[in-house]
C-alpha cells in the first residue's frame, strides 16, 4: 500500500502567490524523482463543529491561511529514497532561502496508508490495487518505531 508525506502549515494571505509558485516547483522536483502524487490545498471549510480545527491547532493569526498538502509514494522504502534525491536537489535549496512561510510552525508526518479505496479525483492517479465490489482494502496498523 501506499505511503504519505503530510504536511499542515499556515501561510500569510499576501504569501500565498509565492508559495504557490513555489509549491509547484517543489511538486515538479518530487515527481521527477519519483512521487506519485503531489498536493497543495488552501483550507475553504474549515468552521468545524466538533474537534479541533485546523486554525485553532495551528494558532492561526490574523491574515493566515491554512494549506494541507501530501505527497504519495510506493511505500516508505520509496519515500525515503525519494526524499534523499530532492533533499540534495540544489533547487530545493535555492526555494529554502526565501521561503514564505515559517517553517517552524508547519507540522509534517510520514503516514503508512491503511485503508485505500482508490482514485481521490478524477484529475488523480487511480490506486494500482485491484478494486473489490463493495470491499475495502486495509493494511494491519503497525506500532510506530520509538524515537
Same mark, same amino acid.
Given at each position: 500500500m501506499a505511503y504519505v508525506d503530510g504536511f499542515v502549515l499556515p501561510v500569510p494571505r499576501?504569501?500565498?502567490p509565492a508559495y504557490l509558485r513555489m509549491a509547484? @516547483?517543489? *511538486?515538479r522536483i518530487w515527481q521527477e524523482y519519483g512521487a506519485l502524487e503531489y498536493r497543495e490545498c488552501v483550507g475553504d471549510d474549515l468552521n468545524v463543529k466538533m474537534g479541533t480545527s485546523f486554525p485553532r491547532q495551528l494558532n492561526? @493569526?490574523? *491574515?493566515?491561511i491554512v494549506v494541507f498538502s501530501?505527497?504519495?509514494?510506493?511505500?516508505?522504502?520509496?519515500?525515503d529514497r525519494v526524499?534523499?534525491?530532492?533533499?540534495?536537489d540544489p533547487r530545493l535549496a535555492r526555494m529554502a532561502t526565501d521561503m514564505p512561510l515559517d517553517p517552524k510552525r508547519m507540522v509534517y508526518g510520514g503516514f503508512k496508508a491503511v485503508v485505500d479505496m482508490g482514485q481521490a479525483s478524477a484529475g488523480g492517479r487511480a490506486s494500482r490495487e485491484p478494486k473489490r465490489k463493495g470491499r475495502v482494502r486495509m493494511a494491519a496498523p503497525q506500532p510506530a518505531a520509538p524515537h
Amino acid at each position: 500500500m501506499a505511503y504519505v508525506d503530510g504536511f499542515v502549515l499556515p501561510v500569510p494571505r499576501k504569501n500565498l502567490p509565492a508559495y504557490l509558485r513555489m509549491a509547484q @516547483k517543489a *511538486g515538479r522536483i518530487w515527481q521527477e524523482y519519483g512521487a506519485l502524487e503531489y498536493r497543495e490545498c488552501v483550507g475553504d471549510d474549515l468552521n468545524v463543529k466538533m474537534g479541533t480545527s485546523f486554525p485553532r491547532q495551528l494558532n492561526l @493569526k490574523r *491574515g493566515e491561511i491554512v494549506v494541507f498538502s501530501w505527497i504519495v509514494y510506493r511505500s516508505r522504502a520509496h519515500r525515503d529514497r525519494v526524499n534523499a534525491k530532492v533533499m540534495n536537489d540544489p533547487r530545493l535549496a535555492r526555494m529554502a532561502t526565501d521561503m514564505p512561510l515559517d517553517p517552524k510552525r508547519m507540522v509534517y508526518g510520514g503516514f503508512k496508508a491503511v485503508v485505500d479505496m482508490g482514485q481521490a479525483s478524477a484529475g488523480g492517479r487511480a490506486s494500482r490495487e485491484p478494486k473489490r465490489k463493495g470491499r475495502v482494502r486495509m493494511a494491519a496498523p503497525q506500532p510506530a518505531a520509538p524515537h
